[in-house]
């Protein structure tokens, strides 16, 4: 990720489009802003959300509210709860997918 020369920004996040993602159950709603071929995201899950997908991806993952379950293709699983972040390569531990039981509110970066 390399972020382009560009002066101060300011966002208020509340003014950023909403678009919603289905899971293979609940939904993912995305608040998206890209600089550069960084792509930086307020993403609230729905309570029961579980993704529809295995990502690939590298990310930095930051918990603001409720609890986020990362599990990796390898079977190795993650409870994240406010005030805690994941950060993963495009390269190296396996591909990896969110769920949540209770709803969850993340910042994330990749």
Same mark, same amino acid.
């Given at each position: 990720?390399?972020?382009?020369?560009?002066?101060?920004?300011?966002?208020? #996040?509340?003014?950023?489009? %909403?678009?919603?993602?289905?899971?293979?159950?609940?939904?993912?709603? #995305?608040?998206? *802003?890209?600089?550069?071929?960084?792509?930086?995201?307020? %993403?609230?899950?729905?309570?029961?959300?579980?993704?529809?997908? #295995?990502?690939?991806?590298?990310?930095?993952?930051? %918990?603001?509210?409720?609890? *986020?379950?990362?599990? *990796?293709?390898?079977?190795?699983?993650?409870?994240?709860?406010?005030?805690?972040?994941?950060?993963?390569?495009?390269?190296?531990?396996?591909?990896?997918?969110?769920?949540?039981?209770?709803?969850?509110? *993340?910042?994330?970066?990749?």
């Amino acid at each position: 990720m390399k972020l382009p020369d560009q002066p101060f920004v300011v966002t208020d #996040w509340s003014t950023v489009p %909403v678009t919603e993602h289905p899971g293979e159950t609940g939904k993912a709603f #995305w608040r998206t *802003l890209t600089m550069g071929d960084a792509r930086i995201r307020q %993403v609230e899950y729905t309570a029961g959300y579980l993704a529809d997908h #295995w990502c690939d991806r590298g990310h930095i993952l930051y %918990v603001l509210e409720g609890e *986020l379950e990362t599990e *990796l293709r390898d079977g190795r699983r993650f409870t994240l709860s406010p005030g805690m972040s994941y950060q993963v390569s495009d390269f190296g531990d396996p591909a990896h997918r969110s769920s949540t039981k209770t709803g969850a509110k *993340l910042f994330i970066v990749d």
